[in-house]
């Protein structure tokens, strides 16, 4: 695998719609798509998420039908599953501490950092918690779509599914977890799948792109 520039990796991804489900993707692959989720940037490095690496079939297909039977879940080899913490909490946060200090040395600083980030986090309601973590889940899939590419493994996220079925599924309530977004990591059916003969469709530079000078 020759290293390609990062532009050439977003030309060649899409969001697959059929997977070979004759073709696994190597665990090596798997390694490096996970190893870059977890070096992914989050707010004020809490990393509020986990990542579930999901091969049992039995258990990919019990998703499958929390999704909808989106069939690239089981076709697919791989389901990577992004939880977000369901709140913050001193006890979470003072982790994030015990990490740093473990790395950096136990510095005033740090203390005084978290120490303000717990009096802004911990009066604030649940759900609100809650949806900041979901969106440093979705920073960590912006990296995997892209680490995939890089892997030249194909990858489909996806938010329709039933959430709550699929907390069920993996005992995440349990854990204080919620589950955010899936992504099936797979092969594409060059034969079958629809999608992929067609051409990329974004919208322009002058479209999207304001530029502030």
Partial sequence: ?????????????????????????????????????????TS???????????????????????????????DGSH?????????YTAERIDNVVDLNVAARGDLPMLHAYYDNLKSNYLPREAEA????????????LGIALVAA?????????MEGFNPDAVDAIL???ERGLRSVVLLP???RDEANDWLLPMGKVRKSRDTIVTEVN
């Fill in 185 to 187: 990591l797979g092969f």
């Fill in 1 to 41: 695998m020759t290293a390609k520039p990062l532009n050439d990796l977003l030309n060649w991804r899409y969001a697959t719609k059929k997977m070979d489900p004759s073709k696994a993707v190597p665990q090596d692959k798997v390694d490096a798509i996970v190893e870059a989720i977890r070096m992914a940037p």
């Fill in 129 to 140: 918690n809650y949806a900041h973590a979901a969106r440093q889940a979705y920073i960590a």
């Fill in 44 to 74: 004020s490095g809490t990393q509020p998420f986990e990542l579930f690496v999901v091969s049992n079939p039995e258990i990919r297909s019990k998703i499958t039908e929390a999704a909808g039977g989106q069939a690239q879940i089981t």
């Fill in 149 to 157: 590419a890089e892997q030249e493994v194909d990858s489909t996220p």
């Fill in 79 to 87: 389901l990577l599953v992004f939880a977000a913490w369901d709140n």
């Fill in 171 to 173: 005992g995440l309530k």
